[in-house]
């Protein structure tokens, strides 16, 4: 039972390059979405996406960028790190309801540093 | 634009030591209020959904309420184990987003 992997789990980037996170999910789900959690703060959307191909901007979504090529997978790219990227990122993915409202599934997360 | 509010922040008990964390939210319509348990160096951990006024559920030692402002985690008895951050969301009208509070941390002492 895999559920959402995040890979990897640990990244230290300096200041300006580029990087690729990657989220796989093997339940099938629809929607995915990528969070980062900062000390104090709750989980704030950065990008979702509700179906292969489709993405939408969540609410931080600046100086990210996201690919939903395959249903299964949920890329997020930081063009250029900053400092203020430095964070813990989460992928959660979630079912669409057939009436109900399903619970959104969580890997365990990447922590990313920005040197 | 929707708003958790999780208090106390921390909470320290001895074990068996009962207590409750709270969640305030305004929201658009609630949907759905959840519930998620996060261990440190983990992903959340879905507990239980909560979906109208008056309305409970329960897991173990858990149990949450829901009233139309706020919602509660009761923990009775704790043990050791049940040392996490609790984390409350809600959904409104948009079925597709959550919005989370900061979160309660609870460590249990034996």
């Known amino acids: 039972n895999a559920g959402v992997t995040q890979t990897p789990k640990f990244r230290v980037l300096k200041t300006g390059q580029s990087m690729t996170l990657l989220c796989a999910q093997d339940m099938n789900h629809e929607y995915m979405y990528w969070y980062r959690q900062d000390p104090g703060m709750g989980l704030r959307l950065i990008h979702y996406?509700?179906?292969?191909?489709?993405?939408a901007k969540g609410e931080v979504p600046d100086g990210y960028n996201v690919s939903r090529l395959k249903k299964q997978n949920f890329l997020l790219g930081l063009e250029s790190a900053a400092p203020s990227q430095t964070s813990v990122y989460f992928c959660?993915?979630?079912?669409?309801?057939?009436?109900?409202?399903?619970?959104?599934?969580f890997g365990d997360g990447t922590r990313l540093s920005i040197l | 634009e929707d708003q958790v509010t999780q208090s106390p922040e921390a909470l320290r008990l001895q074990e068996g030591e009962s207590s409750s964390l709270n969640c305030s939210y305004t929201?658009?319509?609630?949907?759905?209020l959840f519930w998620y348990r996060q261990d440190p160096g983990k992903g959340p951990e879905f507990l239980f959904t909560l979906y109208s006024a008056g309305e409970e559920k329960e897991k173990e030692r858990l149990k949450a309420t829901l009233t139309k402002k706020e919602s509660f985690l009761h923990i009775t008895a704790p043990k050791p184990e049940d040392s996490a951050t609790y984390l409350c969301?809600?959904?409104?009208?948009?079925?597709?987003?959550?919005?989370f509070g900061a979160g309660t941390t609870v460590t249990v002492r034996a």
């Open positions: 996406s509700v179906g292969e191909g489709t993405t």
């Open positions: 969301a809600v959904q409104g009208v948009n079925d597709y987003k959550l919005s």
């Open positions: 929201v658009s319509g609630l949907r759905g």
């Open positions: 959660a993915s979630k079912a669409r309801g057939q009436g109900t409202f399903q619970p959104q599934h």
